[in-house]
């Protein structure tokens, strides 16, 4: 069984950063793909970044690119978004998973609670 534990979220102005974490627990981190997802209120839950083990990123969803990094650290099997230039369009639950690159999609069922970033105009 895989624990995902996201913080860092928040409310910010649009133009603000901030950096999600995600901390994991019970799989072995440093082997999986990682990537964070968002849903927003009435929408589909949607790929945002990934990371493969070694340090690469995947390609970024169009609307983050250039904003949004990706990154990782194995030895503390922690996950990071850092976001910065936020718009309103970015608020959204943000949830951490390892990823299938094949699909881009979530690998495990099990899900965090989210962490909510909330972005004012």
């Known amino acids: 069984q895989v624990q995902l534990v996201e913080s860092g979220g928040g409310l910010v102005q649009a133009g603000g950063s901030l950096r999600l974490s995600c901390a994991t627990s019970?799989?072995?981190?440093?082997?999986?793909?990682m990537g964070w997802f968002r849903q927003a209120p009435g929408k589909e839950r949607e790929f945002v970044a990934a990371?493969?083990?070694?340090?690469?990123?995947?390609p970024y969803q169009d609307s983050v690119k250039g904003r949004f990094t990706i990154s990782r650290d194995n030895a503390k099997n922690t996950l990071y978004l850092q976001m910065n230039n936020l718009k309103p369009e970015d608020t959204a639950v943000y949830y951490c998973?390892?990823?299938?690159?094949?699909?881009?999609?979530?690998?495990?069922?099990?899900w965090g609670q989210g962490t909510q970033v909330t972005v004012s105009s």
């Open positions: 998973n390892a990823v299938n690159i094949a699909t881009m999609q979530p690998l495990f069922d099990s």
């Open positions: 990371i493969t083990w070694r340090g690469g990123t995947l």
């Open positions: 019970g799989r072995p981190f440093s082997t999986y793909t």
